[in-house]
Structures are given as structure tokens and as C-alpha cells.
């Protein structure tokens, strides 16, 4: 039976992550997957989640199972970590599954679709993380997408995105990036979000939002605006969020889906299929990853130091913004880069072809994900001349 597969190809990020690692080049540097690197280019554990763990380690008493939502005390600081003090919690109309990662809570958000309105097709942006398409495909979701990226201003397609999203059918889903979006680094504007929100409501699609980098934008608060803003105006919308990176807990595989519905009693039926699609893929998540976010958010002491780590992770990205579009405009190239500054997060298109973004790995050992998304943390004080160097050549 096995010899009848056929082969698939690799994932495009997690692929250029195993080329890197057998590089044996001194200077090789990765701009491909999304974790965050200091300025030595190491990925860290943040000293508050060092504290936690070792709180942890003492004061944990079982290993027992902890149930199909997680630990809950981890899904209710999720909660007003996400939505603050919004209505919907005031309501009781949220509901929290801990999942394995962001990426387990958008495979969660799928199968709960499947089972909510089996004929929803999910509408991602055009250009949007790779693994969405994969992900709700395999839920057996269709998959179609809404205008989103202008490549060519290096802005948004807000009038496209706004006339496609006029014609998607009532129950259909729309994915929207909280913030940070991945791989484009460009945002929806308070006014965009509202205007999304409005249309959401008149056309009647369920809003899916996907927020991975809660805090690597502008601010927490700030970044979880948007959808605060969504959460207001419509009844339902579903909330994928991961701690992979602002808790820099990539390895611990821990993020949430979070449930809005329109009331407490219809909440407590999404509920329990969301339970039931957790019990079906994997029984109940791991608790490691919750402990410790619960630890921190638990602790005024530990939260004031992760707010400090995680400003001094954004900070360093916004400034590496800036020196990189410095560092490409004083060797004279022709293209602006100027964009690169306007966008957040960890990503932006590099916006050079296939061949360039090739001649950077095999020449430079540069490695930047084929649409030419670069990880902008990747970039450090010493590899920046080697960076702007190479790219200056490549593009000229
Ligand atoms: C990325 O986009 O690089 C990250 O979200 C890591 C991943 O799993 O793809």
C-alpha cells in the first residue's frame, strides 16, 4: 500500500530551515523561518519564561491529564490578553481550547468549521502563509483568496479587497492577519478594520483571525486593535493566536482558538464541538507551554518583565527596519526599499526575482524564502554589510 504514495514536496519554510542548518558556509545567514534572533543571532529562552519553568518545576504536583480545553486558567488569560476587557467576555460568549501551537489552533478552527457549515469556503489573503491553504484544505474547507498585497506599491489592494469581499457568500470565512502580516509585514489601518468590520456584518461571513505576533507590531494593545474592533461589531468570530513567538515558545507548540458567539447558550454548544474536535485529533494538548504563559500572566512581577523582553525584541526589529533600507540606499541601489520601513513585524518582501533570491543562497548562502520574504531579524550589526553587499550585487 505504502509504495503506491507519491512523494510531496517539502514545505518551502521548514525546507530552507534544513538547507541552512547543513551549510557549512561561516557566513551564512537565515532570513527564512520566522523566529526571532538577537543581535548574536541566537533564539534564547526569555528570562521571565526561565522563571516560570523553574516555578514550575517546583510547584507542579501531577502529570495527570488536564482536560480537552487545556489549562484553564491559561485559556482565560488568553482571553484578556486578546480582547482585553471587551463585551464579548463581560458577556460569557468567548470560549478557549489551548492547542498545540498557532498552527494547531487554525487546524482546530478548520475541523470546527467542517463541522459548523461543511460547504464554507475560507477566503485568505493573496499573498498569505503557505501552510493556511494547506491546513484548511485538509479540514476538506475550499480554499479562495481576496486580493490583498500590492506588489507593485508595496501598499494594500484595499479597493480590491473590499469589492472581493462584498461577493463572499453569507457563512463563508474570511482569514484576516491580526497583525504582522505574514509574509508581507502590511497592516490593516484602524479605519480599514472598520470598515471590514462593517462589511462583515452586512454580508454576513465569519471572521477567522489568525494573530501569531501579538506585540511584535506596534504594541499589545495595539496589535489585537483590529480585532477587538471586529469583535464589537459582528456576533460570531473565531481567534487563532499563538505564544510561538512573543512568548518565544516556538518549541512548546502552545497558542489557543478562541470562539465568539452571539450568545452564552450558543457559546456552549460551539464549545462543546470544538471539545470534540480536540478529543478527535489529539485527545488533549500538551501542558508545558501553558504553564508557563499562565505563570507569567499570573504574576504582575513576571509580566512587567515580559512586556520589557518583548519590547526589546519589536524594538529591535523596527530598528533593523531602518538600517536595512540605510544600508541598501547607501550602496546606491536603483530600487527603493524605503517600504521595508513603513511595513511590521518580522517579515517584508524583499521584492526581487527567483533568480537573484537563488544567486544569494548559492553565492552568499543567504537564505530567503522563494517570494522573497525576508526575516528581518535575521539581519544583525555583523552580517549587515555582508547582507547589503550581496543584495546590492545581485539586484544590480
Ligand atoms: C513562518 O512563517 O516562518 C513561521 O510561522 C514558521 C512556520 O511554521 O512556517
Redesign the pocket.
Known sequence: MFANLKPLPT?P??GLMAKYRQDTNPNKIDL????YKTEQGDTPILSCVKKAEAFRLENETSKSYIGLAGDLGFCAKMESLLLGEHKALLENRVRTAQAPG??GALRVAAEFIAKANPNASVWVTTPT?A?HIGLFSAAGLTVKEYPYYDYENKGLLFDEMMATLKTVPKGDIVLLHACCH??SGMDLNAEQWQQVADLAKEVGFTPLIDI?YQGFGTSLEQDAAGLRLLAETVDEMIICSSC?KNFGLYRERIGACSIISESSAVADVANSVLLSVVRSIYSMPPAHGAAIVDTILGSEELTAEWHQELAEMRNRINGLRSTIVEALHSRGVAQDFSFIEKQHGMFSFLSITPEQIERLQKEYSIYIVGSSRV?VAGVSQANLDYFADAVATVIK
Open positions: 514545505d519554510i521548514l527564512g523561518v520566522g523566529v498557532g498552527t502563509w501552510n505574514n509574509p501569531a510561538s526575516n
